[in-house]
């Protein structure tokens, strides 16, 4: 590296906060203690930079896994706000807890023996009594909406719910499909729904008695149990590099835009 | 929500005044120079992570000893263990189970599905939540060679050439022959696919694909995938019996041989209670995931907070042989900024759309899209060699990748039209991105390598089996989007089913004949590493990251600090 240049070292390695001088610091309040952390942190790092290292309560920390789900309040303010720790920034006085587990009612079933197979919504009310047999309390709904006003997600769960009642359950499926199950809906309802287990429910009936089944995928299936690929795999296992290379440079590549499945290449004996 | 702040709005001026002669000159095709194959392999050498001499060092000890590792891995490979093998009494067993499956991402939950549909008792030790993995993080989709113009075949080429050849041919023969007997699995337990009206799967071309075959759940397959798999574990709590919060710390072996016989359990550790536990098990799946979060040379990651490469270390004191595990994945363009955006991959598509990489003082420096190896190097190089990088308020340095060019290029409203995910996840924080540039440096993106295994899931312990990050060969040393899901489900699945058939063949015959539980294997290594001179090694398995900064620790006053 070049010596006499004066270079930009990064201070903050991996996820590791190291303010640079004159960085603006702000007062917040974990679980009612005061520290003082730098701007534009989100509570999560704000929390490790306070000295705090996690266990409970951090797991992807991109907004995925539902780990850090957080009710925050501001100093002199009522409303209760809610967020995940890893995707909601640090503001001046935020008074903030955050929520690693909460009990949720979550029945087990067996998927392959509730609902004959072949039945389509509407053609019968089977999966919509078994919403009723496993969650009950979902129809005890007061349609009080502060679920929807806590999802970190902006899914609108009172909705989703409400379509569940109805026996909707596509509707219910996708409207709940960005859940990522972090259980602050279930924590603030007073009918006392575990909304997000629900969902995951619903979802799985959806998919799997309520969305066509993939035929050509069922095809394909066979003709692997047949064993069908086995040689041919086993052929290029062996191959040399070389041969690969050609192989690989020669190859005919699927155009972007055609009538799915219709597609077939030139050489078709290794379909 | 401020967006930039106003130091950063200052230097954003300089992209600003630049970028109108930029635009003109993409117009007319001309671009910064592609460095020549002799530069690409100077820039590489001088500063890809994989490539650089310093930061890397042999390792001391061990199935690998004398291969060179990057120095967070070979601390890791050195280090202690969490226990005193002396203080344990082998013979008062806490649980007793048939598999014991350690790591309850994709390859853990789905290894002991299978391991219980064979009759078997499982349980599956975790160190955070059920599913908290890198699994939940994958968004672009899953290959599998379902289409009828594609086979399995020319995965095979595929998966090979995006490896650059270095692969090990029957896991790609294993990977690709069971893709659609997996998407087949998922679809059967509920799974969302995207899927046409008649059922039929949306396929997509991925980076190195030949045929469109990436399948995929919106943008959120891997979490899909993994709640839906975890769900239907909490179906079968009878059989299946997950440990949260105690993560595995030393396998154990039996005296079924000298020097280490079978695998036959492991130590967990309560991370609440302080306490271990002692499983007693017919047979081990290792699928603990990757080490993003070991930050090897100090780089941010899209890993999960529990990706600390665990299993590497456990299962290398047990004697198994490791693969490949100095090639790692950077990804050109992860975000630095704003802070709750660190990490999260800005996809090629901005850049094939047209956004260039631009230094403080408003210039380019590179071509856009060199391969993602030779791209991470030149901004590398533009940072920490010419010290043209931008500094963010919590000291991260990045450069510009100036996406409002896609506006001016392509028309007004591209960018939320071809990347909405993106414009979302920025406009959040109050970045426009179609008018605004984003921040970005490379970022550690996945474990190339990992534990040998076969095509099995068989590693080179008798009973231990292992799927996933944690293993190497699958992808070589490049992994191509869409197989790393895959991987999990066909190696997890694959595991179980083979730690069944061995535990049906009749390890059960063997007990109570005078086979014990060893931790010989862990004595056996700390005088290892005493022989080689590893002076004061660090204490392995990591469990968690700390990010505790120095003003705190400097405060900690007391004795143990």
């Keep these: 590296m070049a010596k006499d240049k004066k270079l930009i070292k990064p201070l903050a390695t991996g996820d590791k906060t190291i303010p640079p001088e004159g960085a603006k610091m702000i007062p917040i309040y974990i679980m009612g203690r005061e520290y003082v952390v730098p701007e534009t942190l989100t509570i999560m790092k704000a929390t490790e930079y306070a000295g705090y290292q996690y266990m409970r309560g951090c797991g992807c920390r991109g907004g995925i896994c539902g780990a850090c789900g957080t009710f925050y309040r501001f100093l002199g303010d009522y409303k209760l706000k809610s967020g995940l720790a890893c995707q909601t920034v640090v503001q001046p006085n935020m008074v903030i807890a955050q929520l690693p587990f909460f009990p949720s009612n979550r029945p087990s079933y067996n998927l392959e023996k509730l609902v004959p197979a072949g039945i389509k919504q509407g053609m019968e009310n089977s999966p919509h009594e078994e919403l009723r047999r496993l969650y009950p309390e979902v129809f005890k709904c007061v349609g009080c909406g502060t679920c929807t006003r806590t999802c970190p997600m902006d899914i609108d769960v009172m909705d989703y719910i409400a379509l569940m009642k109805r026996g909707d359950l596509k509707g219910a499926a996708i409207k709940s499909f960005d859940c990522v199950m972090c259980g602050l809906c279930a924590s603030r309802c007073p009918a006392q729904i575990s909304q997000f287990t629900a969902a995951m429910f619903v979802r799985r009936l959806y998919g799997k008695y309520v969305l066509p089944a993939a035929e050509h995928l069922k095809k394909r299936v066979e003709a692997v149990k047949s064993g069908k690929y086995l040689k041919m795999l086993d052929e290029l296992a062996k191959k040399s590099t070389d041969e690969l290379k050609k192989l690989y440079t020669e190859r005919e590549r699927e155009p972007d835009m055609t009538e799915p499945g219709k597609w077939m290449p030139k050489d078709v004996s290794h379909l | ?561």
């Excluded at chain 2, 202690?80 to 790591?103: A, C, H, M, Q, W």
């Excluded at chain 2, 799974?191 to 799967?201: A, E, S």
């Excluded at chain 2, 047979?283 to 529990?306: C, D, E, K, S, W």
Aim: aromatic share 6%; net charge neutral; charged share 25%.
């Design chain 2, 1 to 561: 929500m401020s967006g930039y702040t106003p130091e950063l709005k200052e230097l954003l001026k300089k992209v600003e005044a630049s970028r109108p002669a930029r635009v003109e000159r993409a117009r007319k095709n001309q671009h910064f120079p592609a460095l020549t194959m002799e530069q690409r392999k100077e820039w590489l050498s001088k500063y890809h992570p994989d490539y650089k001499s310093e930061g890397r060092r042999a390792v001391k000890v061990g199935p690998n000893k004398g291969e060179t590792f990057p120095d967070e891995v070979v601390n890791l490979l050195e280090s202690r263990s969490r226990i005193n093998p002396k203080n344990i009494d082998l013979s008062k067993i806490d649980y007793e189970t048939d598999v014991l499956v350690i790591g309850a991402g994709g390859a853990g939950t789905a290894a002991a599905l299978i391991a219980q549909e064979n009759g078997l008792k499982v349980i599956v030790a975790t160190k955070l939540r059920h599913g908290d993995s890198n699994t939940v993080m994958a968004e672009g989709g899953i290959q599998g060679a379902d289409q009828e113009g594609d086979s399995p075949y020319y995965h095979f080429i595929d998966a090979m050439g995006g490896g650059h050849f270095s692969n090990q041919p029957d896991l790609v023969a294993a990977l690709t022959n069971d893709a659609p007997l997996v998407l087949h699995w998922l679809e059967s337990l509920g799974l969302m696919f995207d899927k046409y009206p008649d059922g039929r799967m949306l396929a997509r071309h991925g980076g190195g694909t030949c045929r469109r075959r990436m399948h995929s759940a919106g943008d959120m397959t891997g979490a899909e995938i993994m709640r839906v798999v975890r769900d239907e574990a909490r179906n079968r709590t009878e059989d299946i019996k997950v440990l949260e919060f105690s993560p595995a710390v030393e396998l154990l072996l039996d005296t079924s041989a000298s020097g280490g016989g079978r695998c036959a359990g492991a130590i967990l550790y309560n991370l609440e209670t302080k306490e271990y536990y002692i499983v007693r098990a017919k047979a081990v799946v290792m699928a603990t995931g990757g080490f993003g979060r070991l930050h090897i040379q100090g780089f941010p990651t899209t890993n999960h907070y529990g990706a600390t490469a665990d299993g590497i270390v456990m299962a290398y004191r047990a004697g198994v042989k490791l693969k490949d595990l100095d090639s790692t994945q950077y990804h050109p363009t992860g975000a630095v900024y704003p802070e709750q955006n660190v990490g999260l991959l800005i996809t090629e598509k901005v850049r094939g759309l047209g956004s260039q990489l631009i230094n403080i003082d408003g210039e380019e420096f590179c071509f856009p899209l060199e391969p993602r190896d030779v791209e991470s190097s030149c901004i590398i190089r533009e940072c920490l060699d010419k010290g043209k990088g931008i500094m963010t308020p919590v000291g991260r340095v990045g450069v510009w990748l100036d996406s409002p060019m896609i506006e001016a290029l392509h028309g007004e409203g591209t960018v939320r039209k071809e990347l909405p995910a993106k414009y979302i996840q920025f406009k959040r924080y109050g970045i426009d991105i179609s008018k605004e540039p984003m921040l970005v440096y490379p970022t550690l993106h996945y474990q190339n390598g990992g534990l040998m295994i076969n095509a099995n899931g068989e590693t080179t312990v008798p009973g231990l089996y292992s799927a996933g990050e944690v293993t190497g060969g699958v992808h070589g040393r490049n992994r191509l989007m869409g197989n790393s899901l895959l991987d999990i489900l066909v190696f997890g699945r694959r595991s179980g089913l083979n730690a069944a058939e061995y535990i049906k063949a009749g390890v059960k015959g063997s007990r109570g004949q005078g086979v014990k539980l060893t931790l010989e294997h862990v004595e056996k290594f700390e005088k290892e590493l005493k022989a080689a001179g590893v002076k004061e090694p660090v204490i392995g398995p990591m469990i968690l990251p700390e990010y505790t900064p120095d003003h705190v620790k400097a405060r900690r006053w007391g004795q143990s600090a």
